[in-house]
């Protein structure tokens, strides 16, 4: 990937680089071939301005110690490693990361011995106001509000969350619903006590009194 922003001591494949396109994707040299030893790679993601950047984690497989402090990535919500630390991590599933700005960096670091198959990891860009919807957030967390399972009871949901997760939480959004509950949204709380009352009515009119 890019130019060779990375260095080893041992003999590898170039990787990192400055990335400007809209989305891209960025793998662990020879991924996916296991990675070399002593391998340090760069990857600087620069979009527009009043332009955020999503990165996701498709595929992590490294070598795991509790403190990561072998091989790991780690991710910054800015042009470099002074940038703030969203993350360091050498495991998980489908981690999911949105820079507060137009850029991000993420840096891959391996140790001397132990390679595993890599990384590979997806990234797209969003203007500013598309930032605080469900379209791209399903399960996670958007800027501002949420998109996961319990945010009509966290009453956090983003305005768009039936419309575009219903399939997260159908028992709430229902097959019809085009909205759902916000810190501001006091139908959408109703909604919930009319549900939860229904469900005791039933509960207690289905009883057998002895």
């Known amino acids: 990937m890019g130019d060779g922003y990375c260095y080893a001591t041992t003999s590898s494949p170039t990787c990192g680089g400055y990335l400007d396109a809209a989305n891209g994707t960025i793998s662990s040299p020879n991924y996916p071939y296991n990675y070399p030893d002593n391998a340090a790679c760069f990857w600087y993601i620069r979009r527009n301005v ?29 042009p470099s490693t002074h940038s703030d630390l969203l993350s ?19 840096y891959f670091r391996t140790d001397s011995s132990v390679t595993r198959r890599g990384f590979t990891a997806n990234y797209y860009t969003l203007d500013n106001d598309e930032v605080g919807s469900c379209q791209y957030n399903c399960g996670g967390y958007s800027s501002g509000c949420s998109c996961d399972y319990n945010c009509p009871y966290n009453g956090n949901c983003c305005l768009d969350f039936c419309t575009q997760c219903s399939y997260i939480n159908s028992g709430y959004c229902g097959e019809n619903s085009t909205t759902a509950v916000t810190a501001a949204s006091t139908t959408g709380t109703e909604n919930i006590f009319k549900k939860i009352y229904s469900f005791i009515f039933q509960s207690l009119k289905s009883m057998t009194v002895v």
């Not at 110690?65 to 780690?74: K, V």
Request: one cysteine or more; proline letters at 0%; hydrophobic letters at 35%.
């Open 50 to 78: 009043n332009q955020r950047i999503v990165l996701v984690f498709t595929e992590i497989q490294l070598e795991v110690t509790s403190s990561c402090s072998y091989d790991y990535i780690e991710v910054y919500d800015g």
């Open 88 to 106: 360091k991590f050498c495991q998980g599933s489908h981690l999911r990361f949105v820079s507060s700005y137009n850029s991000m960096t993420i």
